[in-house]
T-cell receptor, first 115, second 112 residues
């Protein structure tokens, strides 16, 4: 399995600001994904980070709010823009060598609190 | 719509006992299922998976059972230890969207 490092591990941010979360994988992976886990809830897929092209967003998530970059096969960033308290969640990077519907490996997550 | 749900949001067991965590799914076309363990402050960790052409799969101290007739998935943990305390999620690949859909999670609390 891949080793996935996320930074920051946690942050407390002010309303209206933006935070960029980094995801670094120790090996090249085919697919990278970003998930959100709201307090006490399950995981919801935000988008698929595509290498060299625009991310593919799930219903309810838009690029202006959650811009994503993936410049190569080992790195991706997720930005949470113009934050509000409703954005307080754990944001998780995940990877797969097989596909979005197959075994995923997750990073340790970024705990975001918006005041 | 599609949904994956758990019968018990919290399960409390004594150390050394066996644990059974249940999960219901609604899409009969789902062909792949997976269990994750999430400890506090950590990301989900893969435990075991199973495809729809099987009804049982065993790992180290864990067994996953799949009953396609009633669309039910369970995770059995033998000789539960304090380190097993975590939230457990089931997930299914519905096939149509080829994405994992996660259930709501069960908190397993192991009492010493």
């Amino acid at each position: 399995s891949a080793v996935i490092s996320q930074k920051p591990s946690r942050d407390i941010c002010q309303r209206g600001t933006s935070l960029t979360i980094q995801c670094q994988v120790d090996s090249q992976v085919t697919m990278m994904f970003w998930y959100r886990q709201q307090p006490g809830q399950s995981l919801t897929l935000i988008a698929t980070a595509n290498q060299g092209s625009e991310a593919t967003y799930e219903s309810g998530f838009v690029i202006d709010k959650f811009p994503i970059s993936r410049p190569n096969l080992t790195f991706s960033t997720l930005t949470v823009s113009n934050m509000s308290p409703e954005d307080s969640s754990i944001y998780l990077c995940s990877v797969s060598q097989q596909g979005a519907g197959e075994k995923l490996f997750f990073g340790s997550g970024t705990q975001l609190s918006v005041l | 719509g599609e949904s994956v749900g758990l019968h018990l949001p919290t399960l409390s067991v004594q150390e050394g006992d066996n644990s059974i965590i249940n999960c219901a799914y609604s899409n009969s076309a789902s062909d792949y299922f997976i269990w994750y363990k999430q400890e506090s402050g950590k990301g989900p960790q893969f435990i075991i998976d199973i495809r729809s052409n099987m009804d049982k799969r065993q790992g180290q101290r864990v067994t996953v059972l799949l009953n396609k007739t009633v669309k039910h998935l369970s995770l059995q943990i033998a000789a539960t230890q304090p380190g097993d305390s975590a939230v457990y999620f089931c997930a299914e690949n519905s096939g149509a969207t080829n994405k994992l859909i996660f259930g709501t999670g069960t908190l397993l609390a192991v009492q010493p």
